[in-house]
Each structure stands twice: as C-alpha cells, then as structure tokens.
C-alpha cells in the first residue's frame, strides 16, 4: 500500500510555555490587609497611615455608634448612640491603645443621628424616629421640642447663638436661636401652630421635594449647601438663612440624582466643595442599624418581659456604588472617583489628600488631590467606618468611629511600625509551578528590607487547605527575583514586611512567573470524509509584514497574532475532487497549555495484530491515502497525539485515541431481483439488492429513450440496510418509445453494479 499523500512536518510556533500573572496592588489587595501602606489606583504600593483599633478599658453597652464630635480636648470625644439614645464621653489612651467611656445623658429617643457641642459647652442632639431636639447642659435636658418630622439628620452650628437643623420625613430646613431654646423648657407635644415655633426659636427657612436633607455645610460667604435622600441631589441655600429674616429661601440645585444619599459635603475656604454619595436603594442607617430577629410565635406571654433584642449581622457584601463629587465655585462638577461595593460615609482633608470612612468591609479611602489618584488605606476589622475627625493639634491623626461591631479607631499617618500588606486570594487560572517573583522598581526602598512570603493552595476555600507560609528569598542581589523552590498550586497569597520606612517608599506592581501544569491534548473531532474524493489542502495566507494597534491591543497574552486562526481558514478552503480509491480522514486536536501537537494515524484490519502508519508525526489535521490496494475488511484507526518543541523532551505528554473504524469494500453490491410492471400509464420499476459489507445507497435508472432517474429512499422509508429495496414509478409518457433500461445499484463504499431490463 502506498499513499498518496503524507503530511508534510512543517514549523508552527507555540504559546510560550511559562506565563505571568501582573499583581495589581490596587485591585488584589483589600483595606482590612494594609498595615503602615497604601495601594493607589494605578497598581502601585505606598507608604500610608497605620490604623489601630481602640480596646474599650470597660464594655459601653452601645450596639451603634452614630455620632462622633470632640469634647473641647484631644483626648475627649462625644458619641451618639442607639437604638437606647445615649450620649456617652470617650476618653482615649493613645499610648495603651484603649479607650474609656462614661455616660452624660440618657434620652427617651433610641436613635441620636446628629450631635453637636456648642461654644458655651452644652450640647444640641438630634434625634430618630420621633424628631425631637434635645439640648443638654451638665448631662440635664435643658429644653425639649418634638418637629413634625420623622428624623434630624444634622445639625450646623453658625456661631454661638444660631444653628441649622436637617430634618427628614419631610426634607425641611430649620433656624433655630440658641438664647430662645434654651429658656423655652422642656415640650413633650409635637410642634403645629406657628405660634409654638416662634416660642422655641425656630424658623422653617427652607424645604425641598426629596423625603430626607440629609447633610449641612457652610460655604465662607455664608451659604449653605444641603445633600438629600433617597434621590441624592445636592442643593445650595442663599446666606440669608442664617441671618435672622424671617422669610424662606428656595435652594439653586447643584446636582441631580436618581437612588442615592449624600452622606457628606465638606467645602473648602476658596468655595470648591467635594460630596460623597451612594448609590443604593437602602439608607446608610438602615445598613448599619441592621433589622432585629422576629420573636418566636411559640410561648408567648403577655406578662411575661420582653426578651432581649438580637440583631442579625449585617449583608457581606455591599451591592451599590459611591462617588467622590468635585464641584468647584462657579463649575460644574466632576467625578474624581467611584468604587463598586463600597459605601462613602464621611470626608475629612489632610493637607493634599482627602480621606474617606466607608465600609461595608471596614474600607478606608484617600484621594491624592495633586496626582488625582484614588487610594486605599488600612481598613478596620469592623464593617462600617461611619464618622472621623481630626484630633485637635495634632493634624496626623485622625479619629475613628465604628460598626458592627461597634468602637474607636486612631489613624495615625506618622506612626512608625512595621509596614506590611497581604494580598487576596490570586487565582492562576490553573494549577502550576511557582517561579520568580520580581519587581519593576523599588523607590527609597532597598531589596534587602523587603520580606516577602507566600503560600498556594490547589482549592478555592479561603480557609483549609492552604500551605504554611513559605519565605521568598532573592538569592542575587544584583538581579533582585525573589523564589522558594517547589512551590505548586493553582491559587496564592503574597505577603510583604518591611521596617518602618521614609514616606516616600513606592512598590511598583510585581509580576509572578509561573508554569502551568501540563496537560495532555484532546481529540475535539474526527471524521471520515466519503470514500473516492481527495484533499487539495488550500493554500496558507501569507502573515502580513505589518500589524495593527488595535490587533495587538485586542490580543490575549496567549495570543499567537491570529496564525492558528489564519491557517484553519486556509485549510477550511481546501477543495474536495473525486479520486477512486481515495480516503481522507480529518481530525481536530488541542492542547491546554498551547504546546505544538504532532498527530500519528494508523489503522489495523480486524484479525491482523500489527498496525501501518499512514502519517507519522504530521502536524497537518489531515491524512489522504489509497485504499486500491486494501483488502476489503472493517480496519480499526487509532490517532497518536504528542506534544512537541519548544517543551522538552522529557516532558512531552502523549495520548493515543481510538477513533473511527474504517470500512474498506471494493466489492459491488449484488441484484437480486429486479422487475418491470406497466400500467395504463406508468411503468413501476422494483430493485431488490444486498451488499456484503457496505450499506444500498440507492439505484440509477438509464432508458433507451434517454430518460433517466435516480431513486435514493428505499421501499420501506429507512435507508439503514444492507439489502434493501428500491422503486421507481414513472410516468409512461417520458419512457415513450423506449423498449429497454439500464438499472445500476450501488452502495455507500462508491461501488456499483448493472443489469439491463426488458420494458
């Protein structure tokens, strides 16, 4: 047996075997791992603040922590609490890293949402769900007065004498002289008549249409700007509310928005303002004041006293989105940043930086003014960072307020502990071999103070299943790489140390090397075309001596720049031509891991123990050979797949598949009956046939007249046999005149045989 034609071995270039996996800082490191660093939007590791969670001396007996104002010293702090209306004092410890509280007032209002110490050292509460104000002097309520409202929300103190107040449930804005309150006592009734309201100081000087005025910021020259909810616009009120005229003043809109709370607005001396939303349709007090577990139907006892309130922890993951607003005086506004799943809750500025407390996972955020960049600082084990303060006389630190579970924080941007910052979990995509890791830059930071460690796992769980931590460790100091031999898996986590450095240290985003396990290829497809048609193989275009931008942007790092695609649209182009004896079988083949695959095919007849190799090590997805001199038989084919150059030879993988039997018949099929009825004006033509080995394809009917006719579905309807039958009516008018026809039958193998009727 010789073939026709055997795949020519020629050069096809393969994916490289090692990869790389870019580490972004900025995206695979959360806040809750940074210590003394911070990551910045464009991948990179930077010095930052150290945050430290305060350890209450004695427990505070508060579930929520709402409000955070200085006490008139750095080291006292006010707190607003809930759901059992609190004011508690909080006294810090910074060098023992602790905190002790004691309580100043118990109100009968659960929620205090807005708290403020006045010039004279008394204090202004505002309450939920009920709308009362409070002022407190010594830890007595000195005056009490119940708004139409659902909530106060906020509380802006003008000077000694003036304050505004934020409602919610309606979004009203009101004036309120401090003298007058303060002499007005205690009123357990809501306010209604004017009358009432002139009495206690207050002056309704402004309304808008959203349900919530959610926040309140004076501007220098005296306005006032006020951020909403549930729809999240942003408003500016004229000065003229502070003043003591008595008419309204409509706000001018600064922003519209649709589902979203403005949660701050800290304007700036020249009249710029920043804002923080969130876009999500529930409150930021409904997402830290989680809903209390329903009581059990079982048992209930009217006498009996009411168990305790339980509180379900909070969701895990935060759905909506935030954004940092810029309005400058006189512009319009820009975005500077915006953060999925992630809430804003508080600003605060320090020097070119602005700061933001957020959570849902205890995030702490910056935003670098001169280089316009987002940061991430350290974040807190607590989910929500709702308040922070700066602490008087010392502008490096910052004051914390948390939730779930509740406490203080100090951020401290001059600490000087150990720096260090643990990645999430790094999924490779598959499990593979650990080489290097390497650094493109090191700014004001020398190799040698840099520890690094890693460990890897086969499985996905956050938890099990994980190495200990293994240290990597750059070997020469003048190519710094770090590595740790043997090091396998398909996920990882790094985690970097380093002493307390200059504030200027800057980690560009590693890269690490690694090796795919190897897999074995697989057989996607494998067909026999019909027997007797050859393969012309089209002709491979020719790779342009150009590329395109957009070619190399849209490309994958695995890419091969199109080659495998523009040689299978070469090959998809071969053209098919009948050749007797012929056979071509085609296969599809791929690998993994992109190595280069070279395919064996052989074939076997049934009976015989050896096997003939019709294409040895071809990288073609073809083989054409003749089967003339085959004897007839049914032939088993096996494909031999084994990878090739450039992976070594040591470590190429193959993999035999058995493929299609192969049926083999030069021998026509036999007629064993074939009859002629006429009528009255058809003629039927009935051919019974059998074939040895092949399946009845179907019958040619040739007249001596010149009429001819071509029958394929059998008598019985299903073509799936190997003697079938075969009729053909047709009409006596076209075989007029003709006396005699010539019926051939053949079968799925191309073989035919004739025998000539008599009409």
Same mark, same amino acid.
């Given at each position: 047996?010789?073939?026709?034609?055997?795949?020519?071995?020629t050069?096809?270039?393969a994916?490289?075997?090692?990869?790389?996996y870019?580490?972004?800082?900025?995206?695979?490191?959360?806040s809750?791992?940074?210590?003394?660093?911070?990551?910045?939007?464009?991948?990179?590791?930077?010095?930052?603040?150290v945050?430290?969670?305060?350890t209450?001396?004695?427990?505070f007996?508060?579930?929520?922590?709402?409000?955070?104002?200085s006490?008139?010293?750095?080291?006292?702090?006010?707190?607003?609490?809930g759901?059992?209306?609190?004011?508690?004092e909080?006294t810090l410890d910074?060098?023992?890293?602790?905190?002790t509280?004691?309580?100043?007032?118990k109100?009968?209002?659960?929620h205090?949402?807005?708290?403020?110490?006045l010039?004279?050292?008394?204090?202004?509460?505002?309450?939920?769900?009920h709308?009362?104000?409070?002022?407190?002097?010594?830890?007595?309520?000195?005056?009490?007065?119940?708004?139409?409202?659902d909530?106060?929300f906020?509380l802006?103190?003008?000077?000694?004498?003036?304050?505004?107040?934020?409602? *919610?449930?309606p979004?009203r804005?009101?004036?309120?002289?401090?003298?007058?309150?303060?002499t007005?006592?205690?009123?357990?009734?809501?306010?209604?008549?004017?009358?009432q309201f002139?009495?206690?100081?207050?002056?309704?000087? *402004?309304?808008?249409?959203?349900?919530?005025?959610?926040?309140?910021?004076r501007?220098?020259?005296g306005?006032?700007?006020?951020g909403?909810?549930?729809?999240?616009?942003?408003?500016?009120?004229?000065a003229?509310?502070?003043?003591s005229?008595?008419?309204?003043?409509?706000?001018?809109?600064?922003?519209?928005?649709?589902?979203?709370e403005?949660?701050?607005?800290?304007?700036?001396p020249?009249?710029?303002?920043?804002?923080?939303?969130?876009?999500s349709?529930?409150a930021?007090?409904?997402?830290?004041?989680?809903?209390?577990s329903?009581p059990?139907?079982?048992?209930?006892?009217a006498?009996a006293a009411?168990?305790?309130v339980?509180f379900?922890?909070?969701a895990?993951?935060?759905?909506?989105?935030?954004?940092?607003?810029?309005?400058?005086?006189?512009?319009?506004?820009?975005?500077?940043?915006?953060?999925s799943?992630?809430?804003?809750?508080?600003?605060?500025r320090?020097?070119?930086?602005l700061l933001?407390?957020?959570?849902?996972?205890?995030e702490l955020?910056g935003?670098?003014l001169?280089?316009?960049?987002?940061?991430?600082?350290?974040?807190?084990a607590?989910?929500?960072l709702?308040?922070?303060?700066?602490?008087p006389?010392?502008?490096?630190?910052f004051?914390?307020?948390?939730?779930?579970?509740?406490?203080?924080?100090?951020?401290?941007?001059?600490?000087?502990?150990?720096?260090s910052?643990?990645?999430?979990r790094?999924?490779?995509?598959?499990?593979?071999?650990f080489?290097?890791?390497?650094f493109?830059r090191?700014?004001?930071?020398?190799?040698?103070?840099?520890?690094?460690?890693?460990k890897?796992?086969? *499985?996905?769980?956050?938890?099990?299943?994980w190495?200990?931590?293994?240290?990597l460790l750059?070997?020469?100091?003048?190519d710094p790489?770090?590595?740790?031999?043997?090091?396998r898996?398909?996920?990882?986590?790094?985690?970097?140390?380093?002493?307390?450095?200059?504030?200027?240290?800057e980690?560009?985003?590693?890269?690490?090397?690694?090796?795919?396990?190897n897999?074995?290829?697989?057989l996607?497809?494998f067909?026999?075309l019909?027997?007797?048609?050859a393969?012309?193989?089209?002709?491979?275009?020719?790779?342009s001596v150009?590329?395109?931008?957009s070619?190399?942007?849209?490309?994958?790092k695995?890419?091969?720049?199109?080659?495998?695609?523009?040689?299978?649209?070469?090959?998809?182009?071969?053209?098919?031509?009948?050749a007797?004896?012929?056979?071509?079988?085609l296969w599809?083949?791929?690998?993994?891991?992109g190595?280069?695959?070279t395919?064996?095919f052989?074939i076997?007849?049934?009976?015989?123990?050896?096997?003939?190799?019709?294409?040895?090590?071809s990288?073609?997805?073809y083989?054409?050979?003749?089967?003339a001199?085959?004897a007839?038989?049914i032939?088993?084919?096996?494909?031999?797949?084994t990878?090739?150059?450039?992976r070594?030879?040591?470590?190429?993988?193959?993999i035999?598949?058995e493929?299609?039997n192969?049926i083999?018949?030069?021998?026509p099929?036999?007629?064993?009956?074939?009859?002629?009825?006429?009528?009255?004006?058809?003629?039927?033509?009935?051919v019974?046939g059998?074939?040895?080995?092949?399946?009845?394809e179907?019958?040619?009917?040739?007249f001596?007249?010149g009429?001819?006719?071509?029958?394929?579905?059998?008598?019985?309807?299903i073509r799936?046999?190997?003697?079938?039958?075969?009729?053909?009516?047709?009409?006596?008018?076209?075989?007029t005149?003709?006396?005699?026809?010539?019926?051939?039958?053949?079968?799925i193998?191309?073989?035919?045989v004739?025998?000539?009727?008599?009409l």
């Amino acid at each position: 047996m010789v073939p026709l034609s055997v795949s020519v071995l020629t050069t096809v270039s393969a994916d490289p075997l090692s990869k790389k996996y870019d580490l972004d800082f900025y995206r695979d490191v959360p806040s809750r791992n940074l210590k003394g660093l911070a990551t910045r939007s464009d991948g990179r590791l930077v010095a930052g603040p150290v945050l430290t969670e305060l350890t209450a001396v004695a427990p505070f007996n508060a579930d929520l922590l709402w409000t955070l104002e200085s006490a008139g010293a750095p080291d006292r702090w006010l707190l607003g609490t809930g759901p059992d209306g609190r004011v508690l004092e909080a006294t810090l410890d910074v060098a023992k890293s602790a905190f002790t509280t004691r309580e100043i007032a118990k109100l009968d209002e659960p929620h205090i949402f807005a708290l403020k110490r006045l010039p004279d050292g008394a204090l202004l509460v505002g309450t939920s769900p009920h709308g009362v104000l409070f002022l407190l002097r010594d830890g007595k309520v000195t005056a009490r007065v119940s708004l139409p409202v659902d909530s106060i929300f906020d509380l802006l103190v003008l000077d000694a004498d003036t304050a505004l107040i934020a409602t *919610g449930n309606p979004a009203r804005l009101y004036r309120i002289d401090l003298k007058q309150f303060a002499t007005s006592g205690v009123a357990p009734e809501k306010l209604i008549t004017p009358a009432q309201f002139t009495a206690r100081g207050l002056t309704l000087v *402004g309304e808008i249409r959203d349900r919530n005025l959610r926040r309140l910021a004076r501007f220098p020259d005296g306005r006032v700007a006020a951020g909403s909810s549930p729809k999240g616009n942003i408003y500016v009120f004229p000065a003229t509310i502070s003043s003591s005229a008595p008419a309204r003043a409509d706000p001018v809109l600064l922003q519209e928005n649709r589902d979203a709370e403005v949660t701050d607005l800290l304007p700036q001396p020249n009249g710029d303002l920043y804002a923080t939303l969130v876009y999500s349709p529930s409150a930021g007090d409904a997402r830290i004041n989680v809903l209390p577990s329903k009581p059990s139907k079982e048992g209930t006892d009217a006498l009996a006293a009411p168990a305790p309130v339980s509180f379900s922890p909070p969701a895990e993951k935060f759905s909506g989105r935030s954004t940092l607003v810029f309005f400058p005086a006189g512009g319009f506004p820009e975005i500077l940043s915006s953060r999925s799943n992630l809430a804003f809750y508080q600003l605060a500025r320090r020097g070119d930086t602005l700061l933001i407390a957020g959570g849902e996972q205890g995030e702490l955020i910056g935003y670098d003014l001169t280089a316009r960049l987002p940061l991430t600082y350290a974040g807190s084990a607590s989910s929500q960072l709702n308040a922070l303060a700066a602490v008087p006389g010392t502008p490096d630190r910052f004051l914390v307020l948390r939730n779930n579970a509740p406490g203080l924080a100090l951020l401290d941007f001059k600490a000087t502990a150990e720096r260090s910052a643990e990645t999430r979990r790094i999924d490779l995509g598959t499990a593979a071999l650990f080489g290097a890791l390497r650094f493109d830059r090191l700014r004001d930071l020398a190799p040698a103070q840099l520890a690094l460690e890693i460990k890897t796992s086969v *499985g996905s769980d956050e938890v099990e299943g994980w190495t200990a931590w293994t240290p990597l460790l750059a070997a020469d100091a003048t190519d710094p790489a770090w590595r740790a031999p043997a090091l396998r898996g398909r996920y990882a986590k790094l985690r970097l140390k380093l002493p307390a450095a200059a504030a200027s240290l800057e980690i560009e985003k590693p890269a690490v090397y690694f090796l795919p396990q190897n897999r074995r290829p697989t057989l996607q497809e494998f067909r026999f075309l019909a027997p007797n048609f050859a393969l012309i193989p089209g002709s491979e275009p020719a790779p342009s001596v150009t590329t395109s931008l957009s070619s190399i942007l849209s490309a994958s790092k695995d890419d091969d720049g199109g080659q495998a695609k523009r040689s299978k649209a070469g090959f998809l182009a071969s053209q098919i031509v009948p050749a007797p004896g012929a056979q071509v079988a085609l296969w599809t083949l791929v690998d993994p891991d992109g190595d280069s695959v070279t395919a064996s095919f052989s074939i076997r007849r049934e009976g015989d123990t050896g096997w003939t190799d019709l294409s040895v090590s071809s990288r073609e997805p073809y083989v054409l050979f003749d089967t003339a001199r085959l004897a007839d038989g049914i032939y088993f084919t096996r494909l031999v797949a084994t990878e090739a150059a450039p992976r070594p030879a040591p470590e190429r993988l193959s993999i035999t598949f058995e493929t299609d039997n192969l049926i083999v018949d030069h021998t026509p099929p036999a007629i064993l009956e074939a009859t002629v009825v006429r009528t009255a004006d058809t003629v039927k033509i009935t051919v019974h046939g059998r074939d040895a080995m092949s399946l009845l394809e179907g019958i040619e009917v040739t007249f001596n007249n010149g009429a001819h006719d071509t029958v394929e579905q059998p008598a019985d309807g299903i073509r799936d046999g190997r003697e079938e039958s075969f009729i053909l009516e047709i009409p006596l008018a076209r075989v007029t005149g003709a006396t005699a026809a010539e019926v051939t039958l053949y079968d799925i193998a191309g073989n035919a045989v004739t025998r000539r009727i008599t009409l």
